[in-house]
């Protein structure tokens, strides 16, 4: 009993300790410090439990420690900073597939012991095997294993609501008669099945909802297994990582003017509305020699990166060129849209691999106001997130959204392969506006060409 | 324990969730999505108790070590790449 006592005197000390971990992921100048104190709190909950007098047996422990700690370093070595959004995928997917294991151990040993004990089990099971197989679909479209279109098909919402209602029937019989083996593994099995139909019909630019939604469940899951297991610990870091994934939700579909819903079964890829405008505008193209003059007289200059950038991996040339400005007496800052790349601040890990200060990076919010007094407004790898349709054009599918104002800049350059519209499939107004230039051209390229420009006007 | 002292937990947890994670700024979103990851590995506490304790037949001795092996993954894989990303996040020296 006393043992008992002491182990949950340390799970206070932890969830403490988790918690100022989150407290000090604040700021930059102490995450740091936050994510250590966060590694602690997990050392040592880890410790009471291995030494509470509980566990009889270390070997399958060790083995389990071994193999999971050892893919677990190699993978977070080795993984590039562009596919961090497919790793954070990644660990959702371990973690919901940890606490299915969790509560099947619990199930076959103990049973369902109450009827809180078989909610929570169904609860935990269905949360736990959609989030499993969903993350494995968001895993398998970042890392483009698998399309990153949306993957559509006749019978659609029929196949989700049969499946959905199944879950739900044989769910209510599961409670009812917990004993049901079974009935304990086609729901797992349902749930799984229902977790890949969920998001194969999501768009690769809806990915950062995706991702946050994946990792509230993944939270709720840890959450359920918690009161299966009767276990505060779990309860306490599972709403943290809950509350995480909504807040994150709620932030990436504000800046996207969507609702949850419409991300979810929208499937908004698939309805490409031509936005009736038939008459003949003219993009003004621009090579790379007048914009290096442009971009030699500008005294401010606001660099707008989205997922191109990545994609192009210009991120690194994009610093020599603001270090090129910057020398050159010119103020150089990056707006960041909250929805730029395929998850929640993406673009400002990039940015900083690429070793530009986090000072310079601004959220839309703080850049808007601003942008009127900018000289140049370069587009890398964006469209949507600056297409001005969505203040004016009430037709537009993007109406509403919240945009970086690159158009109020003296001069835009958009540096873009093509013509070819965004992920929205709809034409960006701003290509045709009087101070908008297009640089076309792999953006790595052409910023490389300006860099050179800037080096060769030195000598 | 009583159900309803858990939902008290619950409660409480969710409130300090959602005020501490309202606070880290949009910069720090990619850190923070990984640094619940590996809180969320905390399963790992749940995953030895089935590992060492219940872990009697084949079945249970699988799951077991596999929740331990996933949970681990989490934890390890998540603070270290936090870390790793954290890292880059410089002020500009001047």
């Known amino acids: 009993m006393s043992n008992e006592f002491f182990t949950n005197l340390i799970y206070i000390v932890s969830s403490v300790l988790f918690a100022f971990g989150l407290k000090f992921l604040g700021s930059p100048v102490t995450a740091r410090r936050g994510n250590m104190l966060s590694a602690s709190g997990m050392l040592l909950a880890v410790l009471a439990t291995l030494f509470n007098g509980h566990i009889i047996s270390f070997q399958w422990i060790l083995i389990g420690f071994i193999i999971g700690g050892s893919l677990g370093a190699l993978v977070a070595f080795k993984a590039a900073m562009t596919q961090m959004p497919e790793m954070i995928a990644l660990l959702h997917g371990c973690g919901a597939m940890a606490s299915v294991f969790v509560d099947w151990t619990a199930y076959h040993v103990h049973g369902a012991t109450d009827l809180t004990n078989a909610i929570t089990l169904y609860l935990s099971i269905v949360i736990g095997g959609l989030t499993v197989t969903g993350s494995g679909i968001a895993w398998g479209k970042l890392s483009e294993k698998i399309p990153g279109k949306p993957i559509l098909f006749t019978g659609q919402k029929w196949l989700n609501t049969a499946i959905i209602s199944a879950i739900v029937i044989l769910g209510i019989m599961f409670i009812i008669n917990p004993a049901r083996y079974d009935l304990f593994l086609i729901i797992l099995g349902l749930s799984m099945f229902f977790g890949i139909f969920m998001v194969i019909p999501i768009g690769g630019a809806d990915m950062p909802v995706v991702i946050s939604v994946l990792n509230s469940y993944s939270g709720v899951v840890a959450c359920t297994t918690g009161f299966v ?84 991996q210009a991120q690194h040339a994009v610093r020599e060129l603001s270090e090129f400005l910057e020398k050159n007496g010119c103020d150089v800052k990056y707006a960041i849209h909250p929805v730029a790349g395929r998850m929640p601040g993406h673009m400002n890990v990039l940015l900083a691999e690429a070793n530009i200060p986090y000072d310079q990076l601004l959220e839309m919010d703080a850049i808007n106001p601003l942008m009127d007094s900018v000289d140049v407004a370069i587009v890398i790898g964006a469209n949507d997130v600056v297409n001005p349709a969505s203040r004016h054009d009430k037709s537009s599918p993007i109406y509403g959204m919240p945009i970086i104002n690159a158009d109020k800049a003296k001069t835009v350059f958009v540096l873009k392969r093509s013509m070819a519209t965004g992920f929205a499939g709809i034409e960006n107004d701003l290509f045709y506006y009087d101070n908008c230039r297009m640089i076309f051209g792999d953006a790595k390229q052409t910023i490389q060409a300006l860099v050179a420009e800037f080096k060769s006007s030195q000598h | 324990m009583d159900l309803i002292y858990l939902l008290f ?37 749940g995953a030895l108790i089935a590992a060492g304790a219940e872990a009697r037949g084949p079945l249970t001795i699988f799951l077991g070590t596999s929740a331990v092996a996933l949970a681990t993954f989490n934890v390890i894989g998540g603070y270290l790449v936090t870390e790793r990303m954290l890292k880059m996040f410089k002020k500009k020296d001047k």
């Open chain 2, 9 to 45: 937990i619950l409660a409480l947890s969710v409130f300090l969730g959602f005020a501490l994670i309202s606070r880290v700024p949009p910069l720090l979103h990619t850190p923070l999505m990984s640094e619940a990851n590996a809180i969320c590995g905390i399963i790992v506490v």
């Open chain 1, 229 to 312: 297991i009767h276990n505060t610990l779990l309860i306490v870091v599972g709403s943290l990582v809950g509350a995480n994934g909504i807040i994150l939700s709620i932030i990436m579909c504000k800046a996207m003017n969507r609702s949850i819903g419409n991300v979810i079964f929208g499937a908004f890829g698939s309805v490409i509305k031509k936005t009736g405008t038939d008459e003949k505008k003219e993009a003004k193209a621009m090579s790379v020699e007048d914009a290096f003059l442009i971009l030699e007289n500008a005294k401010s200059v606001v660099i707008i990166p989205g997922y191109g950038m990545a994609v192009a």
